[in-house]
């Protein structure tokens, strides 16, 4: 019986797929998996260790095949090469064949290797997948982009592959560590600037933190914009690139301190403010819409300061630059992005005007 579950469709013309948010999913899996023999569970040791006997037991309950843990060290620093290898490893060693299905059950690194990996076996194999952080659940585990980091930058090397159900538990939150929560909060504010005024006002009376059903209503409001601006622009041709809102300076921020200093979420937060800010200033944002957006980073922990002039050279480095410009995402009003195509040279110009120390 399922408990408690809402879906959202992803309306992809080519590969549509539905969103589960809520209790009682496991349910949903036996069609997915029917006829397989074994089932690898792409996952990593934090997670399977909180998690993976509940996983294994409902191979009975729900009369599903063996599912077999492919366990991957938690954190970015594993998203790579080496552990794509030993992934691909274990699909021979189960015999996972083109009409086989893999599932992704953790955070966002475990959700972007486990997809690129099933993006890459016999020329792609079907994923499912199960978020367990709320980065993952609000954001990565929805639209398909799959990737891992090499030596020259982050997601360079990934595919679009889009899973085929995602399953989102949000009680599975209750174990995250703060730092984490926080880091997907800061996805969770994005997408409410991007998306309503509606959105905002509920980010900002929500307790921070907590697990609670007003924490799955707006995980639910999260993956149904996703999901719509995913079906209007799969592969970030336009609309899409709003998703990067803060990103631009955020990816800046991680690079120049080296991926050491913030989680992922933390620099979006900084960068969201400096976007803000810039937008301002330049007069394309409606006055006071920075000091609306710091409040909600101040309500969850994340109103943090960085220094913008000394991100240009990072921003140079971004992958999404295109020759001498850069995709600069505003906003207008709160629910109102728009993409500016900015040259580096007026980038940098108003950076200094505007943020000279
Ligand atoms: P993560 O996957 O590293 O997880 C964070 C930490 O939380 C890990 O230590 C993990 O073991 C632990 N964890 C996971 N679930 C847990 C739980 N329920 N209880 C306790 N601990 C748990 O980090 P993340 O923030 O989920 O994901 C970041 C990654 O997502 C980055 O690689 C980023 O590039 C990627 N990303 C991808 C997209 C996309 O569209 N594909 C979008 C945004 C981010
Ligand atoms: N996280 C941005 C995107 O999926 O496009």
């Not at 074994?38 to 009975?60: F, I, T």
């Not at 021979?92 to 290797?113: H, P």
Request: aromatic fraction near 8%.
């Amino acid at each position: 019986m399922i408990l408690s579950m809402d879906e959202i469709e992803i309306k992809l013309v080519a590969n549509p797929y539905s969103v589960y948010v809520g209790t009682g999913w496991m349910e949903l899996l036996p069609p997915f998996v029917e006829g397989q023999a074994r089932v690898p569970v792409v996952s990593d040791r934090n997670v399977w260790r909180l998690y993976g006997e509940g996983l294994k037991n409902s191979e009975e309950v729900y009369g599903l095949p063996e599912l077999v843990p492919v366990l991957i060290q938690p954190g970015e620093s594993h998203k790579n090469m080496k552990t794509l290898e030993k992934i691909f490893a274990a699909f021979a060693e189960n015999e996972l064949d083109r009409s086989g299905c893999v599932l992704a059950f953790g955070g966002g690194v475990v959700g972007d290797i486990a997809g690129f990996a099933a993006a890459c076996w016999m020329r792609g194999v079907r994923y499912i997948q199960i978020p367990t952080t709320l980065l993952a659940m609000v954001d990565s585990s929805v639209g398909g982009k799959t990737a891992i980091d090499i030596q020259a930058g982050k997601n360079l090397v990934g595919a679009f592959h889009q899973p085929s159900l995602v399953l989102a538990n949000p009680a599975l939150l209750r174990t995250l560590p703060p730092l984490e929560f926080q880091s997907g909060m800061a996805e969770v504010i994005k997408t409410a600037v991007l998306s309503s005024e509606e959105l905002c006002a509920g980010i900002l009376s929500m307790e921070p933190g907590v697990v609670d059903p007003e924490l799955e209503c707006v995980i639910r409001a999260c993956v149904r914009f996703k999901g719509d601006v995913v079906a209007q622009d799969e592969h970030e041709g336009g609309l899409r690139k709003i998703l990067n809102f803060g990103h631009t300076f955020g990816h800046a921020i991680e690079a120049k301190y080296g991926f050491k200093k913030y989680t992922h979420g933390q620099a979006v937060a900084a960068g969201m403010r400096i976007a803000a800010r810039y937008g301002e200033g330049c007069g394309i944002s409606e006055k006071g819409i920075s000091s609306r957006i710091e409040a909600l980073l101040k309500r969850h922990g994340l109103l943090i300061e960085e220094d913008a002039v000394d991100l240009i050279p990072w921003i140079r480095n971004d992958k999404k630059t295109h020759g001498e410009a850069i995709d600069l995402v505003l906003l207008k009003y709160i629910g109102e992005p728009v993409v500016i195509p900015t040259p580096f040279s007026e980038l940098e110009r108003t950076l200094k005007k505007m943020f000279k120390k």
